[in-house]
T-cell receptor, first 112, second 117 residues
Framework: KQEVTQIPAALSVPEGENLVLNCSFT??????LQWFRQDPGKGLTSLLL?????REQTSGRLNASLDKSSGRSTLYIAASQPGDSATYLC???????????FGAGTTVTVRA | EAGVAQSPRYKIIEKRQSVAFWCNPI?????LYWYQQILGQGPKLLIQ????????DSQLPKDRFSAERLKGVDSTLKIQPAKLEDSAVYLC???????????????FGSGTRLTVV
C-alpha cells in the first residue's frame, strides 16, 4: 500500500523567504505526482503535475522536483507572500492500483 | 471549462440523521471520485466510478454510506445514519478516464463540510 509522508507538518516563515516543502512516498510505481493547495474549509486547487518521466515542473514562483527512484518530491515557493498561506498537499497516482494517494499536508503561514 | 460542482457547501446535522451530497463532474469526464477529508489529514478515497459503474468502493463504510452515479454523470453520496466521526469535508473529483488520471490529473470540487453534532 502506498504511503505518502509530508514533512514538516507546519511551517511559519517571514514574507520574502523561500519555502521548501518535502514529500516522500514508499512505492515508486507511479504515473505522476501532483501538488495541491487547500485553503481552510475549501477544496483542492492543483498547482503542479509532474509525470513520472519528468524531473521537475515550474509555474511562476513554484517549482517542483521529482526523484521517483528515491521516492521524493520537493515543492519550492520563491519569495513567499502572505497570500501563500495555506495547506499544501502532495499526491501520487499509482501505476499498479490507479489510485491517488495523499499525504497529510504541510500547513504554511507566511508572516507579513 | 466549468469545474467540478458540489452542493451543499456546508451541512450541520445531528447524529443518527441522514444527509446527501451532490456532485456534477466536468463535462465528458468518465471517472468520478468521492473523498473524505478529516481535519488535519489528507483526503481518503471512499468510492471511484467509471461512467456509471463502481471501480473501487473498498473503503466505503457500506453499513451507513451509499453512492450512485446516475447515467454516468452526476453523483450523490449519502450517509444514513450519521455518526460524530463522519464530521469531515467530502470532496468530489473527476478525470477524463481512469487511466488518463496519469496524464491530466484530477480536478477537485470545493467540497462539502459536514458537521455532525
Amino acid at each position: 500500500k502506498q504511503e505518502v509522508t509530508q514533512i514538516p507538518a507546519a511551517l511559519s516563515v517571514p514574507e520574502g523567504e523561500n519555502l521548501v516543502l518535502n514529500c516522500s512516498f514508499t512505492d515508486s510505481a507511479i504515473y505522476n505526482l501532483q501538488w495541491f493547495r487547500q485553503d481552510p474549509g475549501k477544496g483542492l486547487t492543483s498547482l503542479l503535475l509532474i509525470q513520472s518521466s519528468q524531473r521537475e515542473q515550474t509555474s511562476g514562483r513554484l517549482n517542483a522536483s521529482l526523484d521517483k527512484s528515491s521516492g521524493r518530491s520537493t515543492l519550492y515557493i520563491a519569495a513567499s507572500q502572505p497570500g501563500d498561506s495555506a495547506t499544501y498537499l502532495c499526491a501520487v497516482f499509482g501505476s499498479n492500483d490507479y489510485k491517488l494517494s495523499f499525504g497529510a499536508g504541510t500547513t504554511v503561514t507566511v508572516r507579513a | 471549462e466549468a469545474g467540478v460542482a458540489q452542493s451543499p457547501r456546508y451541512k450541520i446535522i445531528e447524529k443518527r440523521q441522514s444527509v446527501a451530497f451532490w456532485c456534477n463532474p466536468i463535462s465528458g469526464h468518465a471517472t468520478l471520485y468521492w473523498y473524505q477529508q478529516i481535519l488535519g489529514q489528507g483526503p481518503k478515497l471512499l468510492i471511484q466510478f467509471q461512467n456509471n459503474g463502481v471501480v473501487d468502493d473498498s473503503q466505503l463504510p457500506k453499513d451507513r454510506f451509499s453512492a450512485e452515479r446516475l447515467k454516468g454523470v452526476d453523483s450523490t453520496l449519502k450517509i444514513q445514519p450519521a455518526k460524530l466521526e463522519d464530521s469531515a469535508v467530502y470532496l468530489c473529483a473527476s478525470s477524463p478516464l481512469l487511466y488518463d488520471g496519469g496524464f491530466y490529473g484530477y480536478t477537485f470540487g470545493s467540497g462539502t463540510r459536514l458537521t455532525v453534532v
